[in-house]
């Protein structure tokens, strides 16, 4: 028996259509941070390329009361991993974006949730008897890391490519409000005048995969990645229309940084506060000030010193702080308002 419901839509009169079948998908996106490197999780997929893919399965109502207890069943059971806070980021619809769909299947409609936590020993073990693996989230966006200065492929290839792809007649303007492909590429990539901004990194993936730069576009039969070729992809691909979920959540978790007190979510809890700038400098892919960022911290009140020194990178003693919960009672959006250099 299928769990997919049936739906009509609005159409053209007299026509006849068909109602049309959805099932309804749950999508992870597990977030950690370790030695100045931001992990995504990912699991085996039964797909024809092999690819990883981010934690998932179909929602079910006669087994899950709800998404969120659908969605941590299923990371349960493919990771071993009990998550804690999660929170939802978008509902993925797209036509085609489940690529082993096959004709009389139902169309599949995925919520994503992004969750964050932290790597242990154990939650290590666990992973490795399940197949499951930390991913640098890097690999599947290597242009989004600025930390050593501007990535090379963005004027090696991305650039010259997104130049003549702004060129060519652009048919979806109006999905844009108007914006043409142009004033798009320029927007997402900071180009001209305009400024890197580090939150549209799904901006950036959409420009590229509509580009045919995107190992997904090749796979999906997109005219401009047919053109390419066998032309090498940027960054590694995911399963479905995965990279897109996980855009999405670096979109979100990028621009929460700085209203939520979110990165607090990713560290031990005790830290010191270059541990603290270095997880927020992996998660934005952008350097910091060091005494800016630390005035910030502490006239925020967002840390309290515990009493106690960490000599772990081998020089001074270095003062060790925790997050000051009640700052969450004392303002309603306690987060880092950082500069990126």
């Known amino acids: 028996m299928s769990n997919a419901v049936k739906t009509g839509s609005a159409a053209p009169e007299g026509a006849d259509m068909e109602p049309v079948e959805l099932g309804i998908g749950l999508n992870a996106v597990i977030v950690s941070v370790k030695d100045k490197v931001p992990f995504v999780l990912t699991v085996p997929q039964r797909v024809p390329d092999e690819l990883s893919g981010l934690p998932s399965g179909p929602f079910d109502p006669r087994v899950h009361r709800t998404f969120e207890l659908g969605l941590r069943a299923f990371?349960?059971?493919?990771?071993?991993?009990?998550?804690?806070?999660?929170?939802?980021?978008?509902t993925f619809?797209?036509?085609?974006?489940?690529?082993?769909?096959?004709?009389?299947?139902?169309?599949m409609v995925s919520v994503g949730?992004?969750?964050?936590?932290?790597?242990?020993?154990?939650?290590?073990?666990?992973?490795?008897?399940?197949?499951?693996?930390?991913?640098?989230?890097?690999?599947?966006?290597p242009w989004e890391d600025w930390r050593g200065g501007q990535p090379k492929m963005l004027e090696e290839i991305i650039h010259p490519s997104m130049e003549a792809f702004s060129r060519t007649p652009d048919e979806d303007a109006r999905t844009y409000q108007e914006l043409s492909r142009k004033d798009r590429y320029q927007l997402a990539f900071g180009v001209g005048s305009l400024k890197w901004d580090e939150e549209r990194v799904l901006d950036r993936y959409e420009l590229l995969y509509g580009s045919g730069l995107m190992y997904e576009a090749l796979r999906d039969g997109q005219p401009t990645a047919l053109e390419r070729g066998t032309q090498p992809a940027l960054g590694e691909g995911l399963a479905h229309d995965h990279r897109r979920i996980l855009a999405t959540a670096l979109s979100r978790l990028r621009a929460k940084l700085k209203y939520r007190p979110v990165v607090f979510e990713l560290m031990p809890p005790e830290f010191t506060l270059t541990d603290l700038q270095?997880?927020?400098?992996?998660?934005?892919?952008?350097?910091?000030?060091?005494?800016?960022?630390?005035?910030?911290?502490?006239?925020?009140?967002?840390?309290?010193?515990?009493?106690?020194?960490?000599?772990a990178t081998g020089g001074r003693p270095a003062a060790?702080?925790?997050?000051?919960?009640?700052?969450?009672?004392?303002r309603p959006a306690p987060g880092l308002r950082v500069s990126l250099l």
Do not use: M
Request: aromatic residues 10%; charged residues 30%.
């Open 75 to 90: 990371v349960e059971e493919q990771t071993a991993l009990h998550i804690g806070h999660v929170e939802q980021l978008y």
């Open 93 to 107: 619809g797209d036509r085609g974006r489940y690529s082993l769909a096959k004709a009389g299947e139902p169309h």
């Open 113 to 141: 949730y992004l969750a964050l936590t932290r790597q242990t020993p154990e939650s290590e073990r666990l992973l490795a008897r399940q197949g499951a693996r930390w991913r640098p989230w890097y690999d599947f966006f």
């Open 278 to 311: 270095q997880t927020v400098e992996a998660i934005s892919g952008r350097h910091l000030h060091k005494q800016n960022f630390r005035r910030l911290v502490e006239t925020g009140q967002l840390v309290e010193q515990t009493g106690r020194t960490s000599t």
């Open 320 to 330: 060790l702080y925790r997050f000051r919960r009640d700052i969450l009672k004392e």
